[in-house]
């Protein structure tokens, strides 16, 4: 064999082995990735799965097949919501991406130019693009009808014919009649169109600068914009539905990052939870509001062992921001509900609300009598939809497994939607606002505004607006007013469980409004107010007595008596459970100027949270959610006043003199 034969037989030689080494280094790195994988774990716990559902079909198949059905039924609704999500979303990219490129719509671009003026006005029927001044109120009312799936809509006043037409003799003699229907029809069209309604004149602006200084209000968050609510149903969960599949691809994406070394995630739950994903979060709810909204707010003052911190920080942005509805969409809701003359027995009325939260917006509006009122708007749809938001937003959560096994977000959800029911009933809030302003009038420190009735349904809520600011805003106060406001706030929640056994439960800070002139707390929002037994109450004192004379037998025994424990937990549940409350009721052992501000009770409960989760076989009383909701509030309400206070003297006057049995 010649020297060239032999050296290129070498060659092959050592490619075939090069080739086989490596072979067997992938064959053994597919080894290493398999035995390491979470897919190998995934079938495992589906073959063992599928083995215990076979055993138990053996002995019970009747039970069995009824939750295949019920299994197959939810995957079909829950497809189908993913699906309509998946569509809207695509939907969505789809007019975004022809308006970043300049596309117009093909209707729009087949549409020949020698059209008929009408048929552009039909082509063009969203209201923020209408051109108001060259359509009559019949098309106008066309186009609405349109709008609302072809319902006969009408815009007209009693006294307005049934046809845009000349009037003849007997009406032209009336002036006042055509002078009323044109101002209505005016108003309608700025507001649909997106205008700004103009003052009602040189004499109200001069009536103003006459009256007395006007009451400051807050402003609304900067990032809070115009967004029109979802009403119907249908809307509503395809915001979920898109919410559900943005997390699956958000998620799925950062897991490929991740895999790739491209900063994204290898872990599920921190790919789940990543920023991008945390945005749609929050811009969904925000979108949505109501009680999806609500349960958001909730969640964000929990402890991090029961909610994940990027959670939590998702959630807390949804409690500073709410979007708030467009001008036409406030305009329907006031005419549905007072009437289309409701502008009429307003001297003013600010279009933009000064505050926007879950379940409706403030808006700040003058009476007849010059009396400052605040007009609070439910969003369409939200009474209609709390039980199906809340269990669209927990569906999802509970599919990514975000609640440990101990939190019972069953008990929490039964509970959250009865209030929320309470909440969205504005005619319910009304009769507890002046029960409260009744009640609480015997103490000078607080104040309640009163109610105006005739301005009240159970979607608007108006009531005296009141000087003030929001407690969050109190910080910065001098530590005479700081120190005031934790004392009032502290002897009012007591009041309300020990005196009159009637409580406003909502934490929001901006539920109560300091103002430093009078020295006086403006108790607003009583949509979560609620009374409680008799032998709860009288229970629940025992246990803080027991916590403040350090008795812990007698709060374990109590607490076995309320229905916290079962009497079966392990020793170190009770222990745990125990310590939270001889934490909570160290204010009335301690005799002297308790610091809020150095305290780190906050720090020793959470540390005893991960124990009670993991090991509590029973949800607490359905009452206790409320109450320590409200009282964690105004704990750490004080911490952040940063004040010294000794609430020993509180705690006999109130819980033990008060009280009564």
Not at 10 to 23: K, P, Q
Request: with cysteine; aromatic share 8%; net charge neutral.
């Amino acid at each position: 064999m010649s020297r060239s034969a032999q050296e290129v037989a070498a060659l092959l030689r050592g490619l075939r082995i090069l080739v086989e080494a490596c072979g067997r280094e992938h064959l053994a790195h597919g080894r290493h990735l398999w035995s390491n994988s979470s897919i190998r774990e995934l079938i495992a716990e589906n073959v063992a799965h599928t083995q215990q559902l076979v055993r138990h079909s053996s002995q019970n198949p009747v039970e069995e097949l009824k939750k295949l059905q019920q299994s197959l039924q939810e995957t079909g609704e829950r497809g189908y919501v993913v699906a309509k999500g998946i569509c809207s979303l695509l939907e969505t990219k789809i007019q975004m991406s022809r308006k970043e490129s300049g596309i117009s719509e093909p209707a729009q671009a087949s549409a020949p130019r020698t059209s008929p003026p009408t048929a552009q006005k039909q082509a063009s029927w969203d209201a923020a693009n209408l051109d108001i001044s060259s359509i009559t109120l019949q098309e106008f009312e066309e186009i609405l009808s349109r709008r609302n799936k072809d319902r006969s809509v009408s815009l007209r006043t009693p006294a307005t014919k049934s046809s845009q037409t000349m009037p003849n003799k007997a009406d032209a003699s009336d002036p006042g009649i055509i002078n009323q229907d044109t101002e209505y029809v005016n108003n309608v069209l700025r507001f649909v169109a997106g205008a700004k309604v103009e003052e009602q004149g040189a004499d109200t602006q001069l009536k103003k600068k006459s009256d007395q200084p006007a009451i400051e209000v807050p402003e609304l968050s900067k990032v809070a914009k115009q967004r029109k609510v979802p009403s119907s149903r249908i809307g509503r969960m395809a915001s979920f539905g898109g919410l559900f599949a943005g997390l699956g691809i958000g998620t799925l994406n950062e897991l490929t990052k991740g895999a790739l070394g491209l900063g994204g995630s290898t872990s599920m739950r921190e790919a789940l939870l990543s920023p991008a994903n945390a945005e749609r979060i929050v811009d969904t709810l925000c979108k949505v509001r109501g009680a999806a909204l609500k349960i958001g707010q909730i969640l964000s003052i929990q402890d991090s062992s029961v909610v994940s911190p990027q959670l939590a920080k998702a959630f807390e942005r949804v409690r500073q921001a709410a979007d708030y509805m467009p001008d036409w969409q406030v305009e329907r809701v006031m005419n549905t509900q007072l009437g289309a003359d409701w502008r009429q027995r307003l001297r003013s009325f600010e279009d933009k609300p000064f505050a926007a939260a879950s379940i409706g917006q403030v808006h700040r509006a003058t009476l007849s009598d010059g009396t400052d009122v605040a007009i609070k708007i439910q969003y369409p749809g939200v009474a209609q939809s709390i039980e199906s938001d809340i269990d669209n937003l927990v569906g999802m959560l509970k599919v990514w497994d975000v609640f440990p096994q101990g939190f019972f977000i069953d008990n929490v959800v039964r509970v959250a939607k009865r209030e929320l029911q309470w909440e969205v009933d504005y005619d319910r809030e009304a009769e507890y606002t002046e029960k409260f302003r009744e009640m609480i009038s015997p103490y000078p420190e607080y104040y309640v505004p009163r109610v105006v009735r005739d301005l009240t349904t159970s979607s608007v809520l108006t009531t005296e607006l009141v000087p003030g600011v929001p407690l969050d805003k109190c910080f910065d106060l001098s530590y005479e007013h700081r120190a005031h406001i934790a004392a009032s706030v502290l002897k009012l929640c007591l009041r309300e469980l020990f005196e009159i056994e009637c409580m406003q439960t909502d934490p929001n800070w901006s539920n109560f409004l300091y103002d430093a002139p009078s020295r006086r707390l403006m108790l607003i929002d009583f949509g979560s107010t609620r009374f409680y037994r008799h032998e709860f109450i009288r229970n629940y004192r025992q246990v803080i007595m027991s916590a403040a004379a350090n008795n812990r037998q007698g709060v374990l025994e109590m607490s076995r008596e309320m229905g916290f424990l079962t009497g079966y937990e392990t020793k170190q549940m009770e222990e745990a459970h125990v310590d939270a409350v001889m934490i909570l009721g160290e204010i009335f052992r301690y005799d002297g100027d308790f610091d809020f501000g150095k305290q780190n009770t906050t720090e020793r409960l959470a540390a005893l949270v991960p124990t009670m989760v993991a090991h509590r076989l029973c949800p607490p009383p359905e009452e206790i959610y409320s109450i320590h909701r409200k009282l964690s509030g105004i704990f750490l309400l004080c911490a952040r006043l940063n004040v010294r206070m000794n609430c020993v003297p509180f705690y006999k006057d109130i819980v033990l003199g008060k009280f009564k049995d």
